[in-house]
């Protein structure tokens, strides 16, 4: 460990990784959800970072998902593919069939795949940002387990159900974002009951359906918004019909892990949709890109998506990710 709390990617990687084999994950499970979490600690979205880690144990401890699944890919056209993730992890059913997406990608101009039967519990920028690396727009959608209400509802439907979104631009990092479609992430007000904090008004009801912003409130029996109220709600349902519906996944109300005391990941549904921007545009695509991009910080625009991820990225990757004493601590002890 470097000095001043801090920890290098690939030593955070090795460790999270260690702790992943160490519960039942095969060495290529371990080493990709290892990647992912450690990605979200370097890039500043703790949320989806080691905070994240009992909650995949508990999921593997009660037998709820299988760390050595082997996802089963399959061909179903052209430009469709579709993973039976065999009730492992999402990462690794997306690594198996990364390879011949990319070659339907490249022989079609677009190409759909499709993850059922699978647990997706980290970051979702991760899944585009590769793709993105490689010159083609991607879009991810994912449903998990229901902690959102619908507009007007009183008992959660929707998952958070986010958004990634990913492309390339001119002679700089991939334009990324990963939005949900509530009001914020369900790991946000888990970490703010955790830590004490109220919320933002708007953002859950309580058990009785009445506004709130009492983290535990909203956990206990509770329910997140959608964000923007009815437009947020229609951008979740969306999220529902082509995650889970496109899939076969589960929806979200359908998550039943009752049986399985301490399980934290949702077993549900991904599509993911990869575009080659040459295809389509007339014009230098990157190069267009950069005129909006342009207009925008023109106009005023403080920030682009994904700048303060690639800022906190660099910071880290040149002086280490930092890490409580307490947290690391922690993450040996999971080794044991």
């Keep these: 460990m470097t000095a001043g709390g801090r920890l290098p990617f690939d030593e955070l990687v090795t460790l999270i990784a260690a702790i992943f084999r160490r519960h039942g994950c095969t060495d290529a499970t371990a080493l ?23 909650g995949y144990l508990g999921s593997l401890r009660s037998g709820w998902v299988d760390g ?3 996802p089963v890919v399959e061909d179903r056209g052209p430009a469709f593919l579709r993973v039976d993730a065999r009730n492992g992890f999402t990462l690794p059913a997306l690594a198996a069939a990364r390879p011949a997406l990319l070659e339907k990608v490249r022989a079609n101009g677009i190409a759909l795949l499709t993850i059922r039967d699978s647990h997706h519990f980290g970051a979702l920028w991760p899944d585009v940002e590769p793709f993105a690396r490689d010159g083609f727009i991607a879009l991810a959608m ?9 507009a007007g509802g009183s008992r959660p439907v929707y998952g958070t159900n986010p958004l990634a979104f990913a492309t390339p631009r001119g002679g700089d990092d991939p334009l990324v974002f990963d939005l949900a479609s509530s009001f914020m992430s369900n790991g946000d007000v888990q970490i703010a009951a955790r ?14 359906g009445q506004p709130t912003t009492d983290p535990k409130a909203v956990l206990d029996g509770g329910a ?15 999220m529902e019909v082509m995650s889970a519906g ?10 039943d892990w009752s049986a399985h005391p301490g399980a934290a990941t949702p077993k549900s549904g991904e599509t993911i949709i990869v575009i080659d921007p040459d ?33 906190n990225r660099r910071e ?15 993450l040996h002890n999971f080794t044991r």
């Design 224 to 238: 997140l918004l959608p964000f923007g109220g009815y437009k947020g709600a229609a951008i979740a349902l969306m």
């Design 246 to 255: 496109l899939s076969g996944g589960q929806f979200s109300f359908e998550v």
């Design 32 to 54: 990709i959800i290892a990647e992912n979490m450690a990605s979200a600690e370097r890039d500043g979205a703790l949320s989806h970072g080691i905070f994240r880690i009992p």
């Design 68 to 70: 050595a699944a082997q």
């Design 142 to 150: 994912v449903n998990s387990m229901a902690t959102v209400a619908p």
């Design 279 to 311: 295809r389509g545009a007339p014009r230098p695509f990157r190069d267009r890109i950069e005129t909006l991009l342009g207009a925008i910080r023109a106009a005023g625009g403080e920030r682009l998506p994904s700048d303060r991820r690639y800022r």
């Design 195 to 208: 830590e004490g904090r109220l919320l933002p008004e708007g953002a859950g009801i309580d058990r009785h």
């Design 316 to 330: 880290t990757l040149r002086h280490g990710i930092p890490i409580s004493e307490a947290a690391l601590a922690e």
